[in-house]
């Protein structure tokens, strides 16, 4: 008796440690690691998910097989406090796995996903706003450990706070031998065409998961790029079948939606691969809708033939249009369209390769930013320069990053919902709050004297407000000595009482912010 | 025996001689009138259709009551030879009627209704391009003969040949009283609130008709607007029951559909009807769908919230959207955001009223149709000067439709598919067709020379062009001396041989016409 007591006492206490669990912070990463060996291929035929609950909130993630016999099942908790959780598989080995663990406080800088706040804007799941600066960095994740270190460092002291990556490198030669060769493709097999489309390859994941990882410590998105055209009937990525692509996008889903810093972007230039129709990608973005249980941000990047983004599954518009951001007023008119947030994420490139996508200068990109913040939108950068950045990250070189930097800045400080173009049916340059807080950007032109004068909404006579001048491109503002009080002018608009204007400098790129003190 | 054929010979020529009826020219209006007493209210309860065929096709459009007991059944056959029908209805009386017509060849300039061609253009049924160039007389239909007359005569000589009209007037003290009463409303009862909304006035509608017949024997199609927001709570008849508002638009259809000059606009500036939801938007765009035979255009012009214009039972856009034709290039990334055509259908008006939608310029208003057609759409006109022509119709006293006038002869001149933006991603004011015809527009720039540089598109080197100076103000097509041949500049572009580059006048709204001479 003694003997079965102390028995069960310590199949108990093995019970208990196999099911314990370290705490896991709010929004990070809860990890359940199940080992099994079902007969045949273990991607195939094996379902596998987990579901978690707090008693209140219930979510079902899907697992995944991540090689040497090892599944595993993530889960982002976004309460704190006992979550448990059962698994469901139809391999015996792997189903009814229970457990629970304690979600604690998230630490500092973990605010945990990105979601839309005001119809137009982002805010992370704690509140705080996000305001996206985007850069592109396509095969970044590609690249030596010493370059992906180098990027991660450049990107720190960068304005951006949002990468565009692929999850799969386009085709290269360069990739498949020379220094520059991969050591893992997303599938089992070998280059260039010699594929198993029915096993992935753990490792490759796992390093991009790292990839992941370093982006989110030092608080960049993910703007995670599942498909994108670029095999020229090489790899054959790109020309996968529905049901390949499917599979692809529900292991991805398995291994990246428990990080907080992921969004979800389709396709890169999707109508380029020519096979797939738009409902083909209605399809796709219903799988990441069905299978994130967060809701990270879905986009997908057009090419010729435009998406429609006004599908319910579309959270905002990733556009590459590159006269959609030479012109004031576009993006007010496409958030007019949408009613979503607006991401310009392809304006062309900062750079002097030779394809005209990459040979803007600094100057016309950080036109292109202003007009798009103006717009009350979001832009992404890139840099082309001697073919660096844009595809394999390490250094930045250009001069449009610092004064990104410097927007990004007036973009924080200013209203916090956001920007917001002011009266957009008339006025196309100008943003802010009404009421409170004006932006106005003259772009190319060279005014050398700006009549104070305002829509009407939200002014009242006898409102007070300071003007600055800012120079969008040496970075400096400065104070206008006298102050605007304002009477009404007529049925729109208000002006300065005296009748003053302010003196600008006469010549481009410069702005006025007017705020209200009284 | 002998009687007895006689009296069957004499019933068979009755009975020949009451189905005979008059031959009906194609894409005119065949109209079977058929009297019957049911009991009750003739407009409730009491379905009515025709089915029309001529072997290979067939129709089955709705009936509707006319008043003093006669139903009417009209169809618009668009094939030459001999059409049969029957009708169905659940009251005897009007079941079961049968005959048949003949269609004859459509008179001189009747092309029949009007379809989409090439994705972003129109064209009638016979092929002939229809280029619209819209006006607005929203309330022309509810004045005086003399000035309905008028304004008949004005639209003849002027270059417009679409019209957005109200189906049914605003609110309008005017409208209730004194000399501008109107002896019709489209439901029995007097104003202001007390109709039977269940009893529509025939008298009102025929009267309508008769407009919509003055603008088809002069061209111009009646761009048909079903409901707006204009009466104040007043009427009442933009807060219409939804049940009422499907009545209204399946009397309107069994009414308008068979006239060949006829889209229908769902609404003017919908959103300002608060009640209704996109959703109910939805469901009379299908009722329209559904009960028009002959597929008219059908859109919706927006306030505030923009309707989805990319649903599928959208023909094509319908903006009110001033800023999108402030700055070139806007049409055409709406084309590629729709793939449908694009008509700015509310640009702000040439005025000189109080309220600044009326307050253009005629220099202002010829910008903004070139900034339209040159991204390759096409957009409507409005007069508010001393509150004129945009309302009531009558005379056109403003500088803009000469103007209009001479773009429209451009236009009709150019490539017979319509104007297409060329390279829009890169160009922001440059449309025709690649390899033959260019028209660039400099809009507001004071350009004094325009070095000849083309988008690679279509072009091959030793080709070559003339050139014409526009000046789209002074309405004068001057022809460049010397001619220009081609040669390949970079992967992009191709420029004069001899590096050539055509002088300009210095002065706004200038434009070129490149036309391939060998």
Known sequence: MKDRIIWAAILWCFAILANAHEPVE???????????????????????????????????PEGFYDGN???????????????????????????????????????????????????????????????????????????????????????????FNKARMLAVPPFGDRYQSGPDSLHH??????????????????EFFRELEKCVTDLQEIGVIADLILFRPYDHGRWGFDTMTPECNE???????????????????????????????????????????????????????????????????????SLQYYNAVRVPGVSALL??????????????????????????????????????????AYATHGEAIEGGWLSNG????????????FLRGIVESGPAEGLNPIDQYYELNMAGKPGEYYLIYFGKENIREWPVKLPDNELEEG????????????????LVKHTFQLKKLDNYSFVDEKGQSIQLPGKPYQALRLTRIE
């Open 26 to 60: 709010k929004w990070g990463i809860f990890e359940l690691r199940l080992e099994a060996q079902p007969p045949g291929n273990p991607f195939v035929g094996i379902s596998l998910s987990a579901t978690f609950t707090n008693g209140t909130e219930t979510y079902s």
């Open 247 to 317: 599979q692809f996008t529900r292991y991805m889903i398995a291994r990246f939606a428990a990080f907080r810093n992921i969004w979800w972007s389709l396709c890169n230039e999707n109508s380029f691969i020519r096979h797939l129709t738009d409902e083909d990608w209605d399809h796709l973005f219903q799988i990441v809708e069905t299978y994130d249980p967060y809701g990270h941000m879905r986009s997908i990047h057009n090419a010729g033939r435009i998406y429609d983004y006004s599908k319910p599954w579309v959270t905002h518009v």
């Open 394 to 405: 390490g250094l930045l070189t250009g001069t449009s990053p610092a004064r990104i930097a």
């Open 69 to 159: 016999g090892v599944y595993k099942v993530r889960f982002m908790p976004g309460t704190e406090g006992t979550w448990t959780y059962e698994t469901l598989s139809n391999f015996a080995g792997l189903n009814g796995h229970k457990g629970e663990f304690v979600c604690v406080a998230p630490s500092a800088g973990n605010h945990g996903p990105v979601r839309i706040r005001n119809t137009y804007h982002f805010a992370y799941a704690d509140s705080t706003p996000y305001y996206p600066f985007g850069t592109t960095i396509y095969e970044w994740a590609f690249q030596s450990d010493e370059r992906k270190k180098q990027t991660i460092e450049t990107l720190k002291n960068s304005p």
């Open 335 to 376: 958030r007019d369209l949408y009613r979503k947030p607006i991401l310009q994420d392809e304006i062309n490139y900062e750079g002097n390769v030779s394809r005209r996508w990459g040979q803007l200068s600094g100057d016309e990109m950080t036109y292109r930013f202003w007009n798009t913040y103006i717009g009350g």
């Open 185 to 202: 493709f997303p599938y089992e097999g070998t280059p260039p065409q010699n594929w198993d489309f029915s096993c992935f390859n753990p």
């Open 463 to 478: 409102m007070v407000f300071q003007a600055e001048i800012i120079d969008t491109w040496n970075m400096t503002i400065t």
